[in-house]
Every structure is written in C-alpha cells, then in structure tokens.
T-cell receptor, first 112, second 111 residues
Framework: SAVISQKPSRDICQRGTSLTIQCQVD?????MFWYRQQPGQSLTLIAT?????????ESGFVIDKFPISRPNLTFSTLTVSNMSPEDSSIYLC?????????FGPGTRLTVL | GQQLNQSPQSMFIQEGEDVSMNCTSS?????WLWYKQDPGEGPVLLIA?????ELTSNGRLTAQFGITRKDSFLNISASIPSDVGIYFC???????????FGAGTTVTVRA
C-alpha cells in the first residue's frame, strides 16, 4: 500500500479565485491520479499526472481549468482555476504502486 | 469510463445481519476492486480480485469475481455499527490503468 496526504483538507473559496491542492506520497510511484467526487456522487477521473510530462486529461476536463504539476515521483498538485459553485466537490489524489489504487483523504472544496 | 451498475443504491440493516451488494458491467474486466468510504475520508481499499471465479475474504468481508468477468459481489457478514459507510465497486479493463466506479451502496446499520 501507500500512505498519501493531501493539503488542504478543506477550504471555502470565493468564485473566480483559484486553489492549489497538494498530494504527497510516502514512496515513489509512477502512476498518480486526480479524481473529483461531487456531492453524493461517485468518483470521476480528472487526469493522470505524469512525471516529467504533461498530464493526460479525461473527456470533459481541460488543462486550463485543472492544471496539474508532477515535479517528482512522490508529489503532485492540482489547481482548480477560476472557481464557480459548480466546482464544489471533494478532490482526491490516488496512486497505483501495483495493480491496486490507493486514495488520499481528499480535499473538500466549497465555492461560494 | 465504463458503465458499472451497482446495487442496491442504499440499505438499512439490523446489527448482526448479513449484507450483500453487487456490480455488473457490459464490459469484461481484468480486475475488480471494492472500496469503503467513511464520511469526510477518502475511499479505503477492502478487497482486490484478479481472476474469474476468485473468492476472497478479508475478515467479515467476502468478495467474488464473477465467472463471466462482468460482475462482482461483496458480502458483509454479521454487520456491526462501524460497517456504516458507502461501498464502491471499481473495475479495470485489461491493459488499462484507469478505474471505472460504480455509483456506490450506502449502508446504514440500526443498532
């Protein structure tokens, strides 16, 4: 398994602002992912964070709205840009050191 | 991602009862995973299944990988109050690192 931490754990933001979420893993992993979980919903993959190259985004998600950095094999950031109330969700990072995926505790974002 | 149908959507059970939930897919999966999410937390991996027909236990939890590779079920025996939470199934296609998630089953245990 892997131990994953995220910062911040929660935040309340004003519309039009941006928030950067950090994800730290206790071991080096190649595969790192960012998910969104809207209120009362399941998990939706935003993008795969690739070390040393641009992230790979899923349909419906774009780099301008969700820029991602992956400077090394233990760390990644997701920025939620120009936020609106519709961005209020839990944002989760996950890693796949093998065949299984493990999740961080999530960042609960509320946009007013 | 692929469409996974998870049922039931929610259940209220008495403490001590057994619980069963399942997921079905129109696609053949290589891996089935079951997660539990407590309020305010990220999903925690409960059981991972890799072979058709595989039956795996983790304490009071038992999960099976369906023979057709298009379905999986999770059983919880003798439920206790801490079993409350949302259970998600997730499937992975052969050669794909991405997971597709079910909509979740919300379990509430009556003491």
């Amino acid at each position: 398994s892997a131990v994953i931490s995220q910062k911040p754990s929660r935040d309340i933001c004003q519309r039009g602002t941006s928030l950067t979420i950090q994800c730290q893993v206790d071991s080096q992993v190649t595969m790192m992912f960012w998910y969104r979980q809207q209120p009362g919903q399941s998990l939706t993959l935003i993008a795969t964070a690739n070390q040393g190259s641009e992230a790979t985004y899923e349909s419906g998600f774009v780099i301008d709205k969700f820029p991602i950095s992956r400077p090394n094999l233990t760390f990644s950031t997701l920025t939620v840009s120009n936020m609106s109330p519709e961005d209020s969700s839990i944002y989760l990072c996950s890693v796949a050191p093998g065949n299984e995926q493990f999740f961080g505790p999530g960042t609960r974002l509320t946009v007013l | 991602g692929q469409q996974l149908n998870q049922s039931p959507q929610s259940m209220f059970i008495q403490e001590g009862e057994d619980v069963s939930m399942n997921c079905t897919s129109s696609s053949i999966f290589n891996t089935w995973l079951w997660y539990k999410q407590d309020p305010g937390e990220g999903p925690v991996l409960l059981i991972a299944l890799y072979k058709a027909g595989e039956l795996t236990s983790n304490g009071r939890l038992t999960a099976q990988f369906g023979i057709t590779r298009k379905d999986s079920f999770l059983n919880i025996s003798a439920s206790i109050p801490s079993d409350v939470g949302i259970y998600f199934c997730a499937g992975q296609l052969t050669g794909d690192y991405k997971l597709s998630f079910g909509a979740g089953t919300t379990v509430t245990v009556r003491a």
